[in-house]
Every structure is written in structure tokens, then in C-alpha cells.
T-cell receptor, first 111, second 117 residues
Framework: GENVEQHPSTLSVQEGDSAVIKCTYSDSASNYFPWYKQELGKGPQLIIDIRSNVGEKKDQRIAVTLNKTAKHFSLHITETQPEDSAVYFCAASRGRRALTFGSGTRLQVQP | SAVISQKPSRDICQRGTSLTIQCQVDSQVTMMFWYRQQPGQSLTLIATANQGSEATYESGFVIDKFPISRPNLTFSTLTVSNMSPEDSSIYLC??????????????FGAGTRLSVL
């Protein structure tokens, strides 16, 4: 089955800096890659996703890149703000299958 | 996006008892899933709740321990049976909503935080 690895497990940045979280996947047939943000006491919230026919997608301060050849994808957050502090999960799936999640990254944005 | 309501939001239970968690969606959805998130860990799929038929369980999860119902396209329940402290986790309902393109989008409820004493 699919295996998703995520790095780093924790990330601390200064407010205004950029943050990058990286994931690799094992199943070359995976074609959907969402990113979720989970705040304390809440369920995961979808923040951006990318499909395998696209190399990059951007939504305001958040962007995701996908390298199908290398089987890795990354989340980029620019101009970080304290409210970006949360746990971020990457995931992968193919077809109608459920998501396989990475291990999560705890992002702390220091004011 | 679909609005997902999960009940209860949290509970503290005694070992050996069972708890049923409800998941209600405000629109008809094709797929419903149940995940477990152990403290400080990632999400692990328990099963896919199939409307009108038995749920499809992932390796390591069995129907006797986690019976699931899905009587219609907007509602599902997960029961955690004969609980032990190791069952203390967050249980999350997720739904797949029809989206653009070839792949549908998955949304999560707020979760049920279960502590077993």
C-alpha cells in the first residue's frame, strides 16, 4: 500500500519568514495530494490540494509543489503569522481510495 | 463544503464499556470514513462506511471491536466496544464530497476525544 513520509516533525520560524514542509510517497499511481492544518482540539482542515496533472498550485500565502518523477511534494507558507501555528499533515491517495497521511509537522511561528 | 457534526465531542469512559459516536452530514455524500488519531500521532484509517452494506475495515481493525453503521447517505455511527485504556484516542469522521476533476475532496469532522479509564 501507499506510504507517506513527512519532514520535519517540528519546525520553528520567526514571524514573516517562510516555512517549507516536505513529503514523499511510495505509490507511483497516487494522483491526489492534499494538505491539512490541525489546530489544537479541532479536526483537520483542508488548506490546499494538488492533483498529479499539475506541478504547482498557489493560494495567497500558501503554495504546493509536486514532483511526480521524484515522488515528492512540498507545502510552502510565506510571510508566516502566529495564527499559522498548528500541526500540518500531508496525504496521498489514488482513485477513490481513502487518504494515507504523513506523520505530521508541528509548526511554531514565533512573534 | 459539507458540514460535518460529530457527537459526542468528548467522553470519559470506564474500561469494558462501549461508546457509539455519531456523524451527521448536511448533504448527501458518496464516501464516509472513520479515522483514529492517537495522542500526538497521525491519522489512521479504521474503515470505510458503506451505505447499505458492511463496512470495509483496514488491517488491524475488526468489526467486533469497531462496528460501523451507515443507514443512509448522510449519517454513520462508529462504536468502540469493550474499551480499554489503549482505545483512548481522537476518532474522526470524514466524508468525500464531489469535487471538480477526477478526484473528490475529503473533509473532516471536529472529532470525538475519548479517554478510557
Amino acid at each position: 500500500g501507499e506510504n507517506v513520509e513527512q519532514h520535519p516533525s517540528t519546525l520553528s520560524v520567526q514571524e514573516g519568514d517562510s516555512a517549507v514542509i516536505k513529503c514523499t510517497y511510495s505509490d507511483s499511481a497516487s494522483n491526489y495530494f492534499p494538505w491539512y492544518k490541525q489546530e489544537l482540539g479541532k479536526g483537520p482542515q483542508l488548506i490546499i490540494d494538488i492533483r498529479s496533472n499539475v506541478g504547482e498550485k498557489k493560494d495567497q500565502r500558501i503554495a504546493v509543489t509536486l514532483n511526480k518523477t521524484a515522488k515528492h511534494f512540498s507545502l510552502h507558507i510565506t510571510e508566516t503569522q502566529p495564527e499559522d501555528s498548528a500541526v500540518y499533515f500531508c496525504a496521498a491517495s489514488r482513485g477513490r481510495r481513502a487518504l494515507t497521511f504523513g506523520s505530521g509537522t508541528r509548526l511554531q511561528v514565533q512573534p | 463544503s459539507a458540514v460535518i457534526s460529530q457527537k459526542p465531542s468528548r467522553d470519559i469512559c470506564q474500561r469494558g464499556t462501549s461508546l457509539t459516536i455519531q456523524c451527521q452530514v448536511d448533504s448527501q455524500v458518496t464516501m464516509m470514513f472513520w479515522y483514529r488519531q492517537q495522542p500526538g500521532q497521525s491519522l489512521t484509517l479504521i474503515a470505510t462506511a458503506n451505505q447499505g452494506s458492511e463496512a470495509t475495515y483496514e488491517s488491524g481493525f475488526v468489526i467486533d471491536k469497531f462496528p460501523i453503521s451507515r443507514p443512509n447517505l448522510t449519517f454513520s455511527t462508529l462504536t468502540v466496544s469493550n474499551m480499554s485504556p489503549e482505545d483512548s484516542s481522537i476518532y474522526l469522521c470524514s466524508v468525500e464530497e464531489l469535487g471538480t476533476g477526477a478526484k473528490n475532496i475529503q473533509y473532516f469532522g471536529a472529532g470525538t476525544r475519548l479517554s478510557v479509564l
